[in-house]
């Protein structure tokens, strides 16, 4: 059962994660967003690909769904702390935060 003192530990953990208000949330950032903490910490929003949210709410259902407005249908899903376990927080934080990583410039 994770919670959220386990997010933001593996979150933090993560290289060149930072922890920031986001308005009522609390976000964990590279070079964007890629996670934000409810402020009951009970919830967490994470930035997936849409495929990758269609993959986990099919998979866990009763741990993961879309957010319910346009960032949602963008692929920002929601996971319920409780039912989740440790390696599911953590799988879902380490697919999220690779999309936060900063873009490479081509010279």
Known sequence: MANG????????????TTERPHFDRIAFRVARNYATLAPDG???NFRFLPDEQAFKCMLLPAVFSPVPNAWGRQGWTQGLLEPMTEEDLKDA???AWRHALPKRRHR
């Open 5 to 16: 003192e386990t997010l933001r530990r593996i979150a933090l953990s993560l290289d060149g």
């Open 42 to 44: 009970l919830s967490v």
């Open 93 to 95: 934080l380490e697919t």
